[in-house]
């Protein structure tokens, strides 16, 4: 049996192809939180973050921690964070890479965030 009143998570894929290299982001909203699995070549859950914004009465940065792996840390928190404070939602990252150097991969799953939540906006105030 549907409910029509109940709302579900927004999912948006993208993808881009760079010198030879594809990377991929899929990105799953809910109410309260974003989950993003950022890859290279195909779809794989790698180094995950998670990250929480601040409370509005505080003050301060977004807080975040590694959940598992240990080769793309930097990225998988950088990216957590950068959507946690954006959206103010828990936000978590995960980041897998075959051959791509992370910091190389950066530019690409920058690019890859920026463009699927800018989808999801757009789906917003499309259904507002």
């Given at each position: 049996m549907e409910r029509k009143d109940f709302n579900r998570a927004d999912v948006v894929k993208e993808e881009i192809q760079q010198q030879d290299?594809?990377?991929l982001a899929v990105y799953v909203e809910?109410?309260?939180?974003?989950?993003?699995?950022?890859?290279?070549?195909?779809?794989?859950?790698?180094?995950?973050?998670?990250a929480v914004?601040?409370?509005?009465?505080?003050?301060?940065?977004?807080t975040s921690q590694v959940l598992i792996g240990d080769k793309h840390i930097i990225s998988a928190r950088m990216f957590a964070e950068y959507v946690a404070a954006k959206?103010?939602?828990?936000?978590?990252?995960?980041?897998?890479?075959e051959r791509v150097s992370e910091i190389?991969?950066?530019e690409f799953f920058m690019h890859l965030?920026?463009?699927?939540?800018?989808?999801?906006?757009?789906?917003?105030s499309t259904s507002a």
């Open positions: 290299h594809r990377f809910a109410k309260n939180s974003i989950i993003i699995m950022l890859s290279e070549k195909e779809d794989k859950l790698g180094t995950m973050a998670l914004p601040k409370p509005h009465d505080m003050f301060g940065q977004v959206k103010d939602k828990i936000t978590m990252v995960s980041v897998y890479l190389h991969a950066q965030i920026d463009k699927v939540l800018k989808t999801e906006s757009k789906k917003e």
